[in-house]
C-alpha cells in the first residue's frame, strides 16, 4: 500500500501561482510514476502532469506545458507542482496518484492504483 498526501491548494487570482505537494509513504516501491490529476464537478479526472519516481521521464497535458513544473529532491517521496501563470479554467480538484503507468498510457487514471484525498484550487478572473 502507498499512501499519499496532498498539501497547498487554495485560493488565487488569474495569473497568480500556487505549489502544490504530494508526500508518499508506505510501499512506494510498488509505483513507478507519481502524476497529478484534476477534477472538476460532473467531469471525468483529467491528467496534469506525471513523473516517474526516479526522475528520467516527465509527462505534462498540452494544457499546462509551459506554465506549470512537477518536480521532486532526491532521495524524497515528495513531488511538487509548481503552477504558474493561472487561469480560470485551472479550477478543480487536484489529485495526486501513483502508480505503474507505461509511456504511452501515463495520462491513464486507471494506470495508477493510489490516490490522495485531494486539495481544492480555485483560481478567480
Known amino acids: 500500500q502507498v499512501a499519499l498526501v496532498e498539501s497547498g491548494g487554495g485560493f488565487v487570482q488569474a495569473g497568480g501561482s500556487l505549489r502544490l505537494s504530494c508526500t508518499a509513504s508506505g510501499r512506494t516501491s510498488d509505483s513507478r510514476v507519481v502524476g497529478w490529476f484534476r477534477q472538476t464537478p460532473g467531469k471525468r479526472r483529467d491528467f496534469v502532469a506525471a513523473m516517474s519516481w526516479s526522475g528520467t521521464d516527465i509527462y505534462y497535458d498540452h494544457s499546462v506545458m509551459g506554465r506549470f513544473t512537477i518536480s521532486k529532491a532526491n532521495g524524497i517521496r515528495t513531488v511538487t507542482l509548481q503552477m504558474n501563470s493561472l487561469k480560470p479554467e485551472d479550477t478543480a480538484v487536484y489529485y495526486c496518484?501513483?502508480?505503474?503507468?507505461?509511456?504511452?498510457?501515463?495520462?491513464?487514471?486507471?494506470?495508477?492504483?493510489?490516490w490522495g484525498r485531494g486539495t481544492q484550487v480555485t483560481v478567480s478572473s
Open positions: 496518484a501513483s502508480g505503474r503507468p507505461g509511456s504511452t498510457n501515463y495520462d491513464n487514471e486507471n494506470k495508477y492504483n493510489y
